[in-house]
């Protein structure tokens, strides 16, 4: 009996650095194949050049929505499908006219965009003073009287202080989404907020905004981090100078769109769902490249790896790309939606959307046995530098599947230069690099390959 024990926990033992063999060499093929590939930079390229500024609803993103579905059709999935949801229409219009005077004579032009779901200003533009505030309850506590009529200008830089940038993004952004809805309740005729911007440039810098409670409506806008010092001088000054705001954004009819979805078959458990994405929306005033078609990119990438090396998923592999992930998330609710009505049975979902910088770890969303599951795996990414296996948030899209227990992660990269890219005009493909995007990629497919094998029970 001692014999047979020790010959089979022998036998274990063999197959257990079998598989871990098995999987250090699958790691470097996707590493390998990632890296000397230019087949996804070269479809961040075409993505970014023909749909930029593909918003949910707009024809840019209709574009975007076809390019993907013709890309992944010519790609050995076994089926390629559109998956329809119904999404707000806004179009930012004509592009922003901003100025302002401290004489009545000489306007010095400002660069600002209007924010994702403002109102229109009139024809004739708003032409009125301005006051400085640093946060909403800043203004809260100032004397009504001293806001009616004017202009309200939110000027707080995000602090410099973090090493992570999303935490400085996540102190200001509330002033950008609920500053003009706050504001009109004191009379403010609009709202300035200082731009999202890590960096001093001359892009501004848009997002989501919202119209909570007020009946009355008031437009925002957002300036660039170099207008706003500009401003902030004339302002110390001339506290009497005006600004001059004009847009003009419609908000139409809701219309249809869709979520582009590439299944491959799993060849054990068909039923089961393994899900990988990103939102292929973005801002009008954008390509789109870190936010989020890199993401994007990346997560086709992911089939495209195992296609290349051979890897034929037990589980079922979804390739999801989102839409409307920067108004409403229509496209993750509709995804969630269906999985939940149809009673599927996902495993796993992975999301890139925090720009397609160096790859630093992991980001969990689920109970600590997983986490430490996916911590267990860590030999295999470290040799590329994804070290960082923490419990934390995982992406919006796929964070609507949290309802079902579905264990969620995100790609986390590396943050320093992402709010210089974030919701502007200089998120470009340029600003993305090849190997740095590639390391995200050979680092999704591989957790997703490591899923797939050992399952996250
Ligand atoms: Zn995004």
């Known amino acids: 009996m001692k014999h047979f024990i020790l010959v089979f926990s022998l036998i274990l033992s063999v197959f257990a650095s079998k598989a871990q063999n098995n999987d250090s060499i699958m790691?470097?093929?996707?590493?390998?194949?990632?890296?000397?590939?230019?087949?996804?930079?070269?479809?961040?390229?075409?993505?970014?050049s023909i749909a930029p500024g593909r918003l949910a609803g707009t024809p840019?993103?209709?574009?975007?929505?076809?390019?993907?579905?013709?890309?992944?059709?010519?790609?050995?999935?076994d089926t390629v499908y559109k998956q329809p949801c119904m999404v707000r229409k806004w179009i930012r219009g004509t592009e922003?006219?901003?100025?302002?005077?401290?004489?009545?004579?000489?306007?010095?032009?400002?660069?600002?965009?209007?924010?994702?779901?403002?109102?229109?200003?009139?024809?004739?533009?708003?032409?009125?003073?301005?006051?400085?505030?640093?946060?909403?309850?800043?203004?809260?506590?100032?004397?009504?009287?001293?806001?009616?009529g004017?202009?309200?200008?939110?000027?707080?830089?995000?602090?410099?202080?973090?090493?992570?940038?999303?935490?400085?993004?996540?102190?200001?952004?509330?002033?950008?989404?609920?500053?003009a809805d706050e504001a009109s309740k004191f009379g403010a005729l609009a709202v300035i907020v200082r731009s999202l911007n890590t960096a001093t440039d001359t892009f501004p810098h848009t997002g989501i905004m919202r119209y909570k409670t007020s009946e009355l409506r008031i437009p925002g806008f957002a300036i660039s981090t170099f207008d706003a010092d500009a401003l902030d001088k004339a302002i110390a000054n001339n506290s009497?100078?005006?600004?001059?705001?004009?847009?003009?954004?419609?908000?139409?009819?809701?219309?249809?769109?869709?979520?582009?979805?590439?299944?491959?078959?799993?060849?054990?458990?068909?039923?089961?769902?393994?899900?990988?994405?990103?939102h292929l929306d973005s801002w009008y005033n954008s390509p789109g490249a870190h936010d989020d078609g890199g993401g994007c990119i990346q997560s086709v990438e992911v089939a495209r790896l195992f296609f290349a090396t051979g890897y034929q998923p037990r589980n079922t592999l979804r390739v999801v790309m989102f839409i409307d992930e920067e108004m409403e998330q229509r496209g993750a609710r509709a995804y969630a939606n269906s999985a939940i009505a149809n009673d599927e049975k996902h495993i796993f979902a992975l999301e890139?959307?925090?720009?397609?910088?160096?790859?630093?770890?992991?980001?969990?969303?689920?109970?600590?046995?997983?986490?430490?599951?996916?911590?267990?795996?860590?030999?295999?990414f470290e040799p590329y530098g994804v070290r960082v296996f923490e419990k934390g948030g995982s992406g919006v899209d796929i964070g609507f599947l949290k309802q079902a227990g579905v264990p969620l992660a995100g790609l986390v990269t590396e943050s320093q230069r992402y709010f210089e890219f974030h919701h502007s005009a200089n998120d470009t493909w340029q600003n993305v690099n090849?190997?740095?995007?590639?390391?995200?990629?050979?680092?999704?497919?591989?957790?997703?390959?490591?899923?797939?094998?050992?399952?996250?029970?």
């Open 434 to 457: 090849r190997r740095e995007m590639q390391l995200g990629s050979a680092a999704m497919a591989l957790m997703i390959y490591l899923v797939d094998r050992y399952g996250l029970d």
């Open 27 to 48: 790691s470097k093929k996707l590493f390998d194949d990632a890296l000397n590939s230019n087949i996804a930079y070269r479809q961040l390229f075409e993505l970014c």
């Open 150 to 179: 004017k202009i309200v200008y939110f000027n707080r830089p995000m602090s410099q202080n973090y090493y992570m940038t999303f935490r400085a993004y996540g102190e200001n952004a509330s002033m950008r989404v609920y500053g």
């Open 60 to 77: 840019e993103s209709e574009i975007a929505i076809d390019y993907m579905f013709e890309l992944m059709k010519a790609m050995p999935f």
């Open 352 to 380: 890139s959307d925090r720009g397609v910088t160096v790859p630093t770890g992991f980001s969990i969303d689920a109970p600590k046995n997983v986490v430490d599951k996916i911590e267990s795996w860590k030999s295999y």
């Open 240 to 278: 009497n100078l005006k600004i001059f705001l004009k847009c003009s954004c419609v908000e139409y009819a809701q219309l249809q769109s869709y979520n582009v979805i590439g299944e491959i078959k799993g060849s054990e458990f068909p039923n089961h769902f393994i899900t990988v994405g990103g």
């Open 96 to 148: 922003e006219e901003a100025w302002f005077t401290s004489d009545g004579n000489h306007k010095t032009k400002i660069n600002i965009d209007a924010l994702g779901g403002s109102v229109s200003t009139s024809e004739k533009g708003i032409l009125a003073p301005v006051i400085v505030f640093s946060s909403i309850e800043d203004m809260q506590k100032a004397n009504p009287a001293s806001i009616k």
